[in-house]
């Protein structure tokens, strides 16, 4: 893997935390999936292991993972949900896509950019409390790059890149496009940057369940229709569109025909799903949390706080595995019962 650096932990040297007595708690990583608006998932996620004093001191994402794993590692996660806030509907959305006509993505991306860098100025990352990855994937050699270094609002814009949808990232002499082509849920990251315990957050984990197939499929035959006369109608003039607002109809598609954009999402989707079932397969984390957000969009920012709450409710359900895990490798000091949490009811 490239540009590993090492950072310093959110409470200590190395990423070490001490608690009671002289005990030494793990280093505890935290590896956000990609989703695009399924990420706001990531803040309940984010917000009730912090409640519970369950505190990551290496924090990896990957696409949306990287906005929002990069937002909480500069302390300016109220930002992004402030901004879910404000959206009132797909109109307030539209209008952060600049949709263009050239260049290498549909979106050029500035106007979301800006936002972050409003958030973020110039941080960078090896200057944040906490170790931070963004992971993102070379353009023609298809290579895994870790983004460590640099501008925190370079490597979450590279990390999201989703090709076709957004332009390429130039960073140093690559260009790099979304992280989910190659680790959708970087947990190997988190660990090669000294998680002993990682917790991994996948939200791609109820979009598809069993995948099967469709051995024989072919043509429907059209049923015979009665010819009628022809009849003269009064001819309609179709309504005349800016090209910006037609382009962004051909985006998102009308009733009955899918758009650009849901033909690459589902494509991307579909492969995200497999790599990810891959990825996690040969290479497990301690914990996984699955919200079950697979009935939301990938557009639907605007549905921010039901998300979180979807999040929060997927935290708790895991609660008491974290904590036992954190127990089996940092017992509790003599005299101090573990804290556990009750497991919530499914939803």
């Given amino acids: 893997m490239l540009d590993i650096l090492k950072g310093r932990g959110a409470n200590g040297s190395n990423g070490e935390k001490v608690g009671l007595g002289s005990v030494r708690r793990p280093v505890i990583g935290l590896a956000l999936g990609g989703g695009a608006a399924r990420g706001f998932a990531h803040i309940g996620i984010l917000r009730t292991l912090a409640a519970n004093g369950i505190v990551p001191d290496v924090v990896v994402g990957t696409s949306i993972g990287a906005v929002v794993g990069g937002l909480y590692a500069a302390g300016r996660l109220d930002t992004l949900q402030e901004w879910g806030r404000s959206l009132q509907g797909m109109r307030n959305i539209l209008g952060y896509l600049d949709i263009r006509l050239s260049g290498s993505g549909l979106i050029g991306g500035e106007k979301l950019a800006t936002r972050l860098e409003d958030a973020v100025g110039q941080t960078l990352i090896e200057d944040l409390p906490i170790k931070f990855a963004a992971v993102a994937t070379e353009v023609r050699t298809g290579h895994e790059i870790w983004l460590t270094r640099g501008r925190v609002v370079d490597a979450m814009r590279a990390s999201y890149a989703l090709p076709g949808i957004f332009s390429p990232v130039l960073i140093g002499d690559r260009w790099l496009v979304d992280g989910a082509l190659v ?75 899918p758009g650009i954009s849901s033909v690459m999402v589902d494509a991307f989707n579909i492969m995200q799903d497999r790599i990810t079932r891959a990825r996690l397969a040969g290479d497990p984390p301690d914990l996984l949390i699955t919200p079950r957000v697979g009935q939301f969009g990938w557009f639907d920012f605007h549905r921010g706080e039901d998300l979180i709450a979807h999040g929060t409710r997927a935290a708790e359900r895991a609660l008491e595995s974290i904590q036992e895990a954190i127990e089996v490798l940092a017992p509790a000091p003599a005299g101090h019962a573990p804290k556990t949490s009750e497991s919530k009811v499914d939803e």
Avoid: C, Q, W
Avoid at 192 to 218: K, P, Q, R
Avoid at 223 to 232: D, G, H, I, R, Y
């Fill in 183 to 257: 680790n959708p849920v970087p947990v190997s990251a988190a660990r090669a940057l000294g998680a002993e315990i990682v917790i991994a957050a996948n939200l791609s984990s109820d979009i598809f369940t069993h995948s099967t197939t469709i051995y024989s499929h072919g043509a429907i035959p059209e049923p015979v229709t009665p010819v009628v006369a022809a009849t003269t109608t009064k001819r309609r003039f179709p309504r005349l569109f800016s090209a910006e607002k037609a382009m962004k109809r051909e985006f998102f598609g009308s009733a009955g025909r």
